[in-house]
């Protein structure tokens, strides 16, 4: 569920929701101390920690377009 990559610049946290019951899962799995580590953070699934999660700098979503796929992103607030 929580997969770290340490690049020569930052960390990047892929956290992969999909398999999430219930939001109230992440305390267990030290998601508080996943987000207070410095880095870049990418959430799959994010609907399914609502609740627990912060708003997001940037959404991305990527649909199916013909062969390949289409990115639609959203940047919300300063960081993002």
């Known amino acids: 569920m929580l997969e770290p990559y340490e690049l020569e610049a930052c960390t990047v946290l892929h956290l992969d929701l999909?398999?999430?019951?219930?939001?109230?899962?992440?305390?267990?799995v030290g998601l508080d101390?996943?987000?207070d580590t410095p880095g870049i953070k990418?959430?799959?699934?994010?609907?399914?920690?609502?609740?627990?999660?912060?708003?997001?700098?940037?959404?991305?979503?990527?649909?199916?377009a013909g062969?390949?796929?289409?990115?639609?992103?959203?940047v919300?607030?300063?960081t993002g």
């Open 42 to 64: 990418l959430i799959e699934w994010p609907e399914r920690g609502e609740g627990f999660l912060p708003q997001a700098d940037i959404d991305v979503l990527l649909e199916l």
């Open 18 to 28: 999909y398999r999430l019951a219930r939001a109230e899962e992440l305390v267990f």
């Open 76 to 78: 919300r607030g300063p």
């Open 33 to 35: 101390e996943a987000l």
């Open 67 to 74: 062969e390949g796929r289409v990115a639609n992103i959203d």
